[in-house]
């Protein structure tokens, strides 16, 4: 009877309490590698519950490999905002677009102190909670001679080669042929 009613009303006012509120969901490469000097695009996406935000919060953070502190990259709070101190002053740019769910940023003119942990953070109120976005960066004097570029190196190679092939056989051909039309005339003449 009315015990039971209590007991539904009771769990159902309690239930939207015990279901995980939504959260944000940020999305990142695992680990890049890029050479000295050059730049990269580190690229984060997000996905939300939510519409976004006017109040759409994007904090990328830096972890050095040594673990020795950690350092402000970016922020973005209805407009970007580049750091005014510190290792990547005037190295680093937003490359994102809100409306698209992409908070990528820019950093330019690589070094080896890059080598560490970037991790990207997005709050999209009331979307506050949720996974942080990590990205290993490696940064290396010359890029490594991958799989990739040994079959690159093979194709072009093979291509390179059937070329060749060709262009012997049409010059054997055309010799052959000058050599019988030389043949003909001579025993025309005899």
């Known amino acids: 009877g009315p015990s039971w009613l ?9 239930l939207p309490a015990l279901w995980p509120a939504a959260a944000v969901e940020v999305h990142t490469s695992k680990e890049v590698t890029a050479v000295n000097g050059t730049n990269l ?4 996406t997000f996905s939300s519950n939510q519409p976004i935000s006017p109040d759409l919060i994007v904090t990328w953070n830096f972890q050095p490999e040594d ?29 994102g677009n809100i409306e698209r769910h992409d908070v990528s940023i820019l950093l330019w003119n690589l070094q080896p102190t890059d080598n560490g942990t970037f991790t990207c953070q997005v709050k999209n109120p009331p979307d506050v909670y949720g996974t942080i976005g990590e990205v290993r960066l ?17 194709v072009g190679s093979a291509c390179v080669l059937m070329i060749v092939v060709v262009i012997i056989v049409i ?9 019988q039309e030389k043949a003909e005339v001579a025993d025309a003449e005899l």
Request: charged residues 25%; proline residues 7%; contains cysteine.
């Open 138 to 154: 490696r940064v290396v004097q010359k890029v490594p001679f991958s799989e990739i570029h040994f079959l690159a190196v093979a």
């Open 67 to 95: 673990l020795s502190s950690h350092e402000p990259v970016f922020c973005y709070l209805k407009e970007p905002y580049e750091p005014t101190s510190g290792p990547f002053k005037e190295r680093v740019t937003w490359d």
């Open 41 to 44: 695009r580190l690229k984060c």
């Open 171 to 179: 010059i054997c051909r055309h010799r052959r042929r000058k050599a």
């Open 6 to 14: 209590g007991a539904l009303l009771f769990l159902g006012v309690q």
